[in-house]
């Protein structure tokens, strides 16, 4: 009597929708065994797809078939495509069970492969689940391709969003009120280039967000955050971006702002030609990472080491130099170096002055920003007709028209962008009196407010003031250059004390410490945009002060 094993698959959707449930399956399978008088020896039920032969109850029974020389004479299945719906492994694993000497065959469409036409029926069968599987995958494909076109937000959405569901089944992403200011806040320090992406991950999870360094390399790069959808490259149409039906969390400037600094940091730099900080340091060791050995001028570090009643930190080089000091002692010795930093009488004024009249001024700025950005999306789209006027008389290929503009392209994406954010500037919406009052008070006191800054805010506090690394040795710090804001604001650096020593002051009501010379501003000049000076403003109750300064409001220090 002949014997025989039952295969029974089904996928979620197939069961739904035509009706192949396992239990009719088995049922025609047992049916079918007792009017031909075929023994069953087991049943195995699949729940996997029929693409590939890479399931886990199919790989069980072919090991086991190899293993044990007993082995049914059938492997019965209602129809081929419980099978397979892939024609070229079917013919494979066909040709495999022939080998252990085991029949395949479907109840419902028997074949007797012996027979040589009965191949060519086979590979019908075979062929219509196949054929069946790819109209549905483009199927979904196409409509997937078209909801993104419409602005639809295809999948699970990123973090500082939620998928919801409207009453019609409807589905879309709606803001997290939770997690979106810290994305927000995720996206603004980023932009600043002053801490690496992971260091920057990090803080925010600290704040409350809740994903791997994989999903927010994927967020950032996302440019849904600006309220845009990328479509990719389907059939002829090329790869592009088009306005989503979800709300913006951030602006467009700010989001291509992120992504040039993300692509310069493959290169290893920042937006300021440095890498982002780091911030690996203990609370005790918030120097580490910022001094260097004065003995073999390496990079020095910190650590703590285990002593009989404590652990005691230190900050020393790496092996084999020797050199160590007491972290407790650096620490102290920084902040009175802070101390030092206190702005000379005249000079807070004449800071308020010229920031005042910046931010008053502002509409002025912004007309020559926004013409700038007009000119250059002109010359973009110029270089584009230039580039297909080539093409059109033979001068350049199709891959070098396709290369040009897809680079004019994503430089204009970024030029409106920046021209969408300089059209919604208004001074009215920030106090900046309150602001630079604020500013001022901080600088007064900054060895108080670096002392009241947690681990990043004292971090950011160091980077903003030097801009180079230095040594400590003999008890002091021994640094080697600073930022020039800081320079101009405190004065404290003596070989610009020697050169204020030999000019003459005038002799009216201003302080001897601030001459004439050095703030009067010229009248006749031209007022040409110079550059775009960023004050360094630390976490504590410091606020980003970016604004052009002019060239006849710059303090000389010569």
């Known amino acids: 009597m002949k014997t025989a094993d039952l295969y029974i698959r089904v996928s979620t959707d197939e069961q739904a929708a035509k009706g192949y449930s396992p239990r009719s399956q088995e049922e025609a399978l047992r049916r079918h065994c007792e009017t031909h008088d075929v023994v069953i020896r087991k049943v195995i039920h699949e729940d996997f797809s029929a693409k590939t032969f890479n399931r886990p109850e199919w790989k069980k029974l072919i090991e086991n078939y190899r293993m044990n020389s007993s082995r049914p004479d059938y492997i019965l299945f209602v129809k081929w495509d419980r099978f397979s719906r892939n024609a070229p492994d079917a013919y494979q694993m066909i040709a495999t069970l022939n080998r252990l000497k085991v029949e395949p065959q479907a109840i419902e469409q028997p074949l007797d492969l012996s027979i040589p036409e009965n191949k060519m029926m086979l590979a019908i069968y075979l062929t219509a689940p196949e054929i069946e599987n790819d109209r549905r995958s483009l199927n979904v494909k196409h409509g997937m391709h078209q909801a993104r076109k419409e602005g639809r937000w295809m999948g699970i959405a990123s973090p500082g969003y939620l998928n919801k569901t409207k009453e019609n089944g409807d589905k879309y992403v709606a803001i997290d009120p939770v997690l979106a200011p810290i994305m927000v806040w ?248 309150g602001t630079i009052y604020k500013v001022l008070e901080n600088l007064k006191k900054l060895d108080l407010t670096y002392l009241n800054a947690d681990i990043a805010g004292k971090r950011h506090i160091i980077s903003s003031i030097f801009s180079e690394k230095w040594t400590f040795e003999g008890g002091k710090h021994r640094t080697v250059k600073t930022n020039e804001v800081f320079l101009l604001i405190y004065q404290i650096n003596k070989q610009l004390e020697n050169k204020k020593s030999r000019l003459s002051v005038s002799k009216n009501t201003q302080s001897a410490c601030v001459p004439k010379r050095r703030f009067e501003l010229p009248h006749r000049c031209r007022r040409q945009p110079l550059k775009l000076v960023r004050l360094p403003i630390s976490p504590p109750g410091y606020f980003l002060l970016q604004r052009y300064i002019y060239s006849d409001n710059i303090i000389n220090p010569s």
């Open 186 to 433: 995720a996206f603004q320090t980023l932009a600043t280039s002053q801490y690496t992406t992971v260091e920057v991950w990090r803080l925010a999870k600290a704040k409350g967000l809740n994903c791997s360094i994989h999903s927010f390399w994927k967020a950032i790069r996302n440019v849904g955050f600006c309220g845009r959808i990328f479509v990719p490259e389907y059939g002829k149409e090329k790869a592009h971006t088009v306005q989503g039906q979800h709300e913006a969390l951030i602006s467009e400037a700010l989001f291509y702002q992120v992504q040039d600094v993300l692509d310069k940091r493959r290169l290893n730099i920042g937006s300021n030609g440095k890498r982002g900080i780091r911030i690996t340091s203990l609370d005790l060791l918030p120097l580490r990472g910022f001094l260097i050995c004065p003995f073999c001028r390496r990079r020095a570090t910190g650590s703590a080491s285990k002593g009989m009643f404590k652990h005691q930190h230190y900050y020393h080089c790496q092996s084999p130099c020797k050199w160590r000091e007491n972290a407790k002692l650096v620490n102290m010795a920084f902040v009175g170096l802070l101390k030092l930093f206190k702005p000379k009488k005249g000079v807070t004024e004449v800071f308020q002055e010229i920031v005042t009249d910046l931010y008053r001024n502002e509409s002025k700025y912004i007309q020559i920003e926004r013409k700038e950005l007009i000119t250059g999306i002109t010359d973009c789209h110029n270089r584009i007709n230039r580039a297909r006027e080539l093409l059109l008389n033979g001068t350049l290929s199709d891959i070098e028209y396709s290369e040009i503009k897809k680079e004019a392209e994503n430089k204009l994406n970024r030029l409106e962008a920046q021209l969408n954010d300089a059209s919604t500037k208004t001074t009215a919406e920030m106090d900046y009196e």
